[in-house]
């Protein structure tokens, strides 16, 4: 008999065919939105999932699907499993890190950059027939080139963004939980490491690549917009939560800062309604990793530590630290 598996969202049919040599599996090629009651009910029986951020993993969950071995995560960022309790379950969980760092990194300068020139703005103004004349001061806004970048959240993502950077010609600040040893500073267009508040004072474009987490809740609100230029750009490619959306709202209208870039929301897909009235705004639907080659890549990962981790090997991408069980 081979292990049941659920694999909780729609998926790439030839990663289900991969993961059918293995499991019994049970798929939602139909990708409905399972609400917790129904993610444990479909979790019954099953050794392992396939998730992605839709699915939350948690204490209640864990206590109620006791034969569960391993959650597998289709996504870098984890915030959606409790690895804690995953730890006290001894249930594996795994992520998918690197396979997307350089195509989230494109994206992440395609919104900022998208951002700074106001592009869309530029382009909705234009398919809705307003274009009659060209203007000196039409759509103007901050260069790239030659200023300042502040990342918060100097990962890897947080890097391949900085290296990117040489090319315009930009200084580059960064603010991370730890300072990056000199050889990756100086990969990072000699990156230089300082406080958020010098960071926010100083950039004119501040992108975030940071983990969501407890600690990270509102790393940037009312208090840390107010420290930035008004010619500044904010572009949030990491998670909702991590910006506190209502403050972000009010610079926006208040030009406290010019303009921001996000794909990521609080309370997502459900984002907050006043951003769809403002023209200071680019906003994507969390698609910074959605690349076809990155997305196969995600998926194939997060395959391949299901794989491991329910035939006894040690998934390559682990999250969890008690011993892998045979
Ligand atoms: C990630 O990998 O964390 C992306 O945000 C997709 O969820």
């Given at each position: 008999m081979k292990p049941g598996i659920l694999v909780a969202r729609a998926v790439f049919p030839e990663v289900l065919a991969r993961l059918a040599e293995h499991f019994e599996v049970e798929s939602n090629q139909e990708d409905e939105i399972y609400s917790q009651q129904q993610l444990t009910d479909r979790l019954q029986?099953?050794?392992?999932a396939l998730i992605t951020g839709s699915a939350r993993i948690n204490e209640q969950v864990l206590a109620a699907v006791p034969g569960l071995r391993m959650v597998a995560n289709m996504?870098?960022?984890?915030?959606?499993?409790d690895t804690a309790a995953c730890e006290r379950f001894q249930v594996l969980a795994s992520n998918t890190p690197d396979v997307l760092n350089e195509t989230t990194a494109d994206f992440g300068w395609a919104l900022m950059m998208a951002t700074a020139r106001r592009i869309t703005e530029a382009e909705h103004w234009l398919r809705a027939g307003k274009w009659t004349k060209w203007r000196y001061d039409s759509f103007i806004g901050p260069d790239l080139h030659d200023s300042t970048l502040g990342i918060i959240g100097m990962g890897r993502i947080g890097q391949a963004i900085a290296r990117r950077s040489t090319g315009f010609q930009m200084q580059v600040l960064y603010h991370n939980r730890s300072r990056l040893a000199p050889e990756l500073e100086q990969a990072a267009n000699q990156a230089q490491f300082v406080s958020k508040e010098q960071l926010l004072r100083e950039s004119d474009h501040v992108i975030l690549v940071l983990p969501y987490s407890a600690a990270t809740h509102?790393?940037?609100?009312g208090a840390e917009l107010a420290l930035m230029k008004p010619t500044a750009t904010l572009t949030n490619?990491?998670?909702?939560?991590?910006?506190d959306d209502q403050a972000l709202i009010q610079a926006l209208r208040n030009k406290t800062i010019a303009a921001a870039g996000l794909d990521v929301f609080e309370n997502e897909p459900a984002l907050h309604p006043d951003f769809l009235d403002l023209t200071n705004v680019v906003l994507t639907?969390?698609?910074?990793?959605?690349s076809e080659k990155t997305r196969r890549a995600m998926a194939n990962c997060a395959a391949d530590n299901l794989i491991a981790g329910l035939s006894g090997q040690r998934p390559p991408?682990?999250?969890?630290?008690f011993p892998v069980q045979a």
């Amino acid at each position: 008999m081979k292990p049941g598996i659920l694999v909780a969202r729609a998926v790439f049919p030839e990663v289900l065919a991969r993961l059918a040599e293995h499991f019994e599996v049970e798929s939602n090629q139909e990708d409905e939105i399972y609400s917790q009651q129904q993610l444990t009910d479909r979790l019954q029986g099953k050794q392992g999932a396939l998730i992605t951020g839709s699915a939350r993993i948690n204490e209640q969950v864990l206590a109620a699907v006791p034969g569960l071995r391993m959650v597998a995560n289709m996504a870098v960022g984890y915030d959606n499993i409790d690895t804690a309790a995953c730890e006290r379950f001894q249930v594996l969980a795994s992520n998918t890190p690197d396979v997307l760092n350089e195509t989230t990194a494109d994206f992440g300068w395609a919104l900022m950059m998208a951002t700074a020139r106001r592009i869309t703005e530029a382009e909705h103004w234009l398919r809705a027939g307003k274009w009659t004349k060209w203007r000196y001061d039409s759509f103007i806004g901050p260069d790239l080139h030659d200023s300042t970048l502040g990342i918060i959240g100097m990962g890897r993502i947080g890097q391949a963004i900085a290296r990117r950077s040489t090319g315009f010609q930009m200084q580059v600040l960064y603010h991370n939980r730890s300072r990056l040893a000199p050889e990756l500073e100086q990969a990072a267009n000699q990156a230089q490491f300082v406080s958020k508040e010098q960071l926010l004072r100083e950039s004119d474009h501040v992108i975030l690549v940071l983990p969501y987490s407890a600690a990270t809740h509102h790393t940037i609100a009312g208090a840390e917009l107010a420290l930035m230029k008004p010619t500044a750009t904010l572009t949030n490619i990491a998670r909702g939560g991590i910006v506190d959306d209502q403050a972000l709202i009010q610079a926006l209208r208040n030009k406290t800062i010019a303009a921001a870039g996000l794909d990521v929301f609080e309370n997502e897909p459900a984002l907050h309604p006043d951003f769809l009235d403002l023209t200071n705004v680019v906003l994507t639907p969390h698609i910074a990793s959605a690349s076809e080659k990155t997305r196969r890549a995600m998926a194939n990962c997060a395959a391949d530590n299901l794989i491991a981790g329910l035939s006894g090997q040690r998934p390559p991408n682990l999250l969890t630290s008690f011993p892998v069980q045979a």
